[in-house]
């Protein structure tokens, strides 16, 4: 149906972004916020820029003016900037590590930054506290930081367990050591683990996958996020690959059998798509931290790289980057966007968790978005991409695997 597939829905969000912002005096809406309490669930994100090994296919930038020996200081301290204020008092919703790799600094690291987040909000008990870790990282004293500071999901970035495509990857150790490390970590109390798989390398066969699935069914993980790679310019892997390689990696029919051996041989031990390129297991995983952020929550932004929101405030921290002001300690590198962009976020959520109700969208919205969408939405039922039930419409197995193609499609027509 689509000449190429997208793997992303980023490119759509962030025209988003444009659309709706205000003529607002930023410093002044988030100086109100901030002397009240706050009126949305919240999640805090805190960002760590660093990685022990940079896999191969990473586009992203790390800082060279921060040191990572010394960055729990430096993230202690924007935590301590945010303590006392009014806003900052109600319950948290969740919390999440997010890299990079947060791992990458030492467990006493960790152990300093998750006492001082306990001390400084109110974190109830069974919060869900998530840090994204390589598995290589996940040592017993690294395990035991983190169950002792609270941390009750992993993210654990394996990609492969096949020992060629790990080299490829640039990722660490060999499958068999990583699939070792998981049955230890799960064994010592953890029970939301869940890891990234990454398929439709270059050189990865039907075989190599089918052993990929054999090994996540055979470890009982709550949830794998699946992914085709994805290839940026200037990275080491671009120059390990042919341009057959490339070529091959864009045929979306080879892609779409090894999505569907994914999916089907998951699905044969009891795992269901939570979201596009997510399945869970036995509802093992509510990633609370997404459902906070896209459902009109905000989102408290800790580290330098960090982005969040409060309420309406779009912002991003950046090391030495300036404030809005000494009395109101966020970072000034932001906007304030309408409404709109947030029901729209939300939107392209349950987009992306694969079912929406156009009639709700239409309600908030103020316009008829099923008549804003019927070319579309013709297309795509045509296509066997979606089904309609009244005026909901869920995504088909083969809507999930062009859905950030039909995401795409959709804000277009609604932004026109």
């Known amino acids: 149906m689509y000449p190429q597939r997208y793997k992303s829905h980023h490119d759509a969000s962030s025209a988003l972004k444009s659309g709706f912002e205000m003529q607002t005096d930023k410093k002044a809406y988030v100086a109100r916020l901030l002397a009240g309490p706050a009126c949305t669930r919240r999640a805090i994100y805190i960002h760590v820029p660093f990685c022990t090994k940079v896999c191969s296919f990473?586009?992203?930038?790390?800082?060279?003016?921060?040191?990572?020996?010394?960055?729990d200081k430096y993230v202690i301290s924007e935590i301590d900037r945010l303590g006392g204020l009014p806003?900052?008092?109600?319950?948290?919703?969740?919390?999440?590590?997010?890299?990079?790799?947060?791992?990458?600094?030492?467990p006493e690291q960790m152990s300093r930054i998750l006492d001082r987040?306990?001390?400084?909000?109110?974190?109830?008990?069974?919060?869900e506290i998530s840090v994204e870790t390589s598995v290589t990282e996940l040592s017993d004293e690294m395990t035991q930081a983190l169950s002792e500071g609270g941390v009750n999901r992993l993210s654990v970035g394996v990609q492969?367990?096949?020992?060629?495509g790990r080299r490829l990857l640039g990722r660490r150790g060999s499958g068999e050591a990583a699939a070792e490390r998981l049955r230890k970590t799960l064994k010592s109390g953890f029970k939301n683990v869940g890891i990234d798989l990454?398929?439709?390398?270059?050189?990865?066969?039907?075989?190599?996958?089918?052993?990929?699935?054999?090994i996540i069914r055979g470890l009982g993980l709550a949830g794998?996020?699946?992914?085709?790679?994805?290839?940026?310019?200037?990275?080491?892997?671009?120059?390990?690959?042919?341009?057959a390689d490339v070529g091959l990696m864009a045929d979306t029919g080879r892609e779409r059998v090894f999505f569907d051996m994914i999916a089907d041989g998951l699905s044969g031990a009891g795992y269901e798509f939570f979201e596009l390129t997510r399945m869970i297991r036995n509802g093992l995983d509510r990633y609370d931290y997404m459902r906070v952020r896209h459902s009109g929550g905000s989102c408290i932004a800790v580290g330098h790289g960090a982005g969040g929101n409060l309420d309406n405030y779009v912002y991003h921290n950046r090391h030495g980057g300036p404030l809005l002001g000494d009395d109101v300690p966020i970072s000034a590198m932001g906007r304030v966007l309408g409404d709109g962009y947030f029901i729209l976020d939300e939107f392209i959520n349950d987009l992306q968790k694969m079912a929406v109700d156009l009639s709700e969208y239409s309600g908030r919205l103020g316009f008829d978005l099923e008549e804003r969408l019927s070319g579309v939405l013709e297309r795509a039922t045509a296509g066997g991409l979606l089904e309609r039930q009244g005026a909901g419409i869920r995504l088909t197995r083969a809507g999930i695997f062009w859905?950030?193609?039909?995401?795409?499609?959709?804000?277009?027509?609604?932004?026109?």
């Open 224 to 243: 794998v996020s699946f992914y085709s790679l994805m290839l940026h310019e200037k990275t080491p892997i671009m120059k390990k690959i042919s341009q």
């Open 58 to 71: 990473c586009p992203f930038h790390r800082p060279d003016e921060l040191s990572r020996q010394t960055y």
């Open 160 to 164: 492969t367990f096949d020992d060629g």
């Open 403 to 416: 859905g950030n193609n039909l995401i795409d499609e959709f804000i277009r027509e609604i932004l026109k």
């Open 87 to 106: 806003y900052m008092e109600a319950p948290v919703d969740s919390v999440y590590f997010g890299g990079g790799t947060p791992t990458a600094l030492r």
């Open 117 to 127: 987040l306990k001390t400084t909000f109110d974190i109830p008990e069974g919060t």
């Open 198 to 214: 990454i398929y439709n390398y270059p050189g990865e066969t039907e075989e190599i996958l089918a052993r990929d699935i054999a």
